[in-house]
């Protein structure tokens, strides 16, 4: 049987995610947009042309998935058309794409081979016998972008969602092959993302709410900007630029990386929702990272370390001291968190949560226990409900003694607490 001392536990609805020092709840957020300039999505192309197809056909993959492969017959070869017909294959999860790849239709195509680092491994190792599973797609052409823009573009029609890297909108057949011709044959294959002005027509198309970026290539006139941040006093700044700079090779590059790596800014990543998972050194291991991607050699650093129990605990009692901030009715305050016992299990070492919470005239104890728990150590009596938690860190919630009727009502509506102990 569980024991714990005279403290009540509750759960955590809103959820801290502050890796690399951003935080995050599980309410509703606008969230960022970011799409691929015409430019990047050619750099990144292996074969840009223009054409028709002139065979299509369809074959049922595992599930949903729907293989649609083509034979695109090229009228202009921008950049790596390797014959007068060249075949390609779109992965989707229904059987739509076919009706848009109709062969009356002129289109520039923007394909690249597929590429699935885990797939491939299993591939090459013979795992995957039956060719319906991703081995089908093992070094075929496929579009570059299969989301917005979609990199199979039909010419007949006015442009949607098509922008170019000096944030203009292309609105029409000659604008989209000049950008395409023009950057066909440039050496850069790497982009980066570039954040879209307020003003800008773009902005306007793609805003919901939240930051739009567009991705653009990695030109070398952005490399003095990565190297400013690098200097920032914003470790966020410091690490952005971190993890960017090998994208501008040269001896200031390396000797800027180098400096980083003695950066001591420590980023929080969590398991759960009060669980630190490690902390890491946020800005040095992009440093190392990127000096990796340049060939560079690289001391042997500590890039992350394991937190300490009294670091665990502090931000236990803050995430819940936040959450039940939120959670309790008007008149009642936590008077106390604390840690109950501890087990240890299969991905980590899991605490109890014991808090007290009071209206100034009566007080109320919970108990707050890891879904890991064993049933068996459960208390007999008291079961208030269980959160499910969101992907991890579920608990199930006990009264010590009695919770006043509107107290329970309203924990159970904020926490969304459920009768089952599944």
Not at 185 to 191: G, L, R, Y
Not at 237 to 256: D, H, I, S, Y
């Amino acid at each position: 049987m569980l024991k714990v001392p005279s403290y009540h536990v509750a759960c955590l609805l809103n959820v801290a995610l502050l890796c690399f020092g951003f935080a995050a709840t599980n309410a509703s957020v606008a969230e960022n947009v970011s799409i691929s300039s015409v430019e990047s999505l050619t750099c990144a192309s292996e074969v840009v042309a223009v054409g028709h197809i002139v065979k299509i056909s369809t074959s049922k993959g595992p599930g949903s998935v729907v293989y649609t492969d083509c034979v695109f017959d090229v009228s202009e070869d921008i950049e790596g058309a390797p014959s007068k017909e060249i075949s390609f294959c779109c992965r989707d999860l229904s059987d739509d794409r076919a009706a848009s790849l109709a062969p009356d239709k002129e289109l520039l195509v923007m394909l690249s081979r597929w590429k699935d680092h885990y797939t491939d491994s299993q591939v090459a190792s013979g795992a995957f016998a039956d060719p319906y599973y991703e081995a089908r797609m093992h070094n075929l052409l496929v579009p570059t972008s299969n989301q917005i823009p979609f990199s199979i573009i039909d010419l007949s029609k006015p442009l949607k969602n098509l922008y170019a890297s000096d944030l203009s909108i292309l609105k029409d057949r000659s604008e989209l092959l000049r950008v395409c011709r023009a950057w066909a044959k440039s050496p850069i294959s790497v982009s980066l993302d570039r954040e879209v002005p307020f003003d800008s027509p773009i902005h306007g198309e793609l805003w919901g709410g939240s930051a739009v970026y567009l991705v653009v290539p990695a030109e070398d006139k952005y490399r003095e900007q990565y190297l400013a941040l690098a200097r920032s006093k914003k470790s966020y700044e410091r690490q952005n630029a971190a993890a960017e700079l090998w994208k501008f090779p040269g001896q200031e590059t390396e000797k800027v990386l180098r400096d980083l790596l003695s950066d001591s800014t420590e980023n929080v990543w969590l398991y759960s929702n009060d669980t630190i998972s490690k902390i890491e050194f946020g800005v040095r291991a992009a440093a190392y990272r990127s000096l990796q991607k340049l060939g560079e050699p690289v001391p042997q650093i500590e890039l992350e370390r394991k937190p300490t129990a009294a670091e665990e605990s502090q931000y236990r009692h803050e995430a819940w001291q936040k959450s039940f901030k939120e959670a309790l009715p008007e008149g009642w305050t936590t008077t106390m968190i604390a840690d109950g016992e501890s087990m240890d299990n299969w991905d980590g070492r899991k605490t109890v949560v014991l808090v007290t919470c009071s209206n100034g005239s009566s007080q109320c104890r919970l108990i707050l226990i890891p879904r890991e728990w064993s049933k068996a150590k459960l208390p007999n009596a008291g079961y208030a409900g269980m959160w499910e938690g969101d992907s991890q860190g579920g608990r199930y919630f006990y009264v010590e003694g009695d919770i006043p009727k509107d107290l329970k009502a309203r924990l159970t509506q904020y926490f969304g607490l459920v009768a089952s102990k599944s």
